[in-house]
């Protein structure tokens, strides 16, 4: 049940929330201010971060893809219109 209300707040947030919280795990491990069994929890927890902001860039990126094949349409029609 905790590690589902952990996934549930990483779900909520903003790309660049999730990177900021992700920097600081990554500083914190790196400098040993942590002992190892937290650093396995921050791991873990940096591990579903990473995810999270996979999952938002692709699905920013199927929005341009989406958005670019609409304009390119709208530009194919729009050279079809004979004057």
Do not use: W
Request: aromatic content about 4%.
């Amino acid at each position: 049940m905790a590690n589902t209300k952990k996934k549930d707040d990483i779900s909520k947030l903003s790309f660049e929330d999730a990177i900021k919280e992700l920097s600081s795990i990554v500083g914190k491990i790196e400098q040993g201010e942590i002992p190892l069994q937290d650093s396995l929890t921050q791991y873990e927890r940096g591990m579903a971060l990473i995810k999270h902001c996979q999952t938002i860039l692709k699905k920013a990126e199927m929005r341009i893809e989406k958005i670019s094949e609409s304009e390119a349409k709208t530009q194919q029609e729009t050279e079809d219109i004979p004057f």
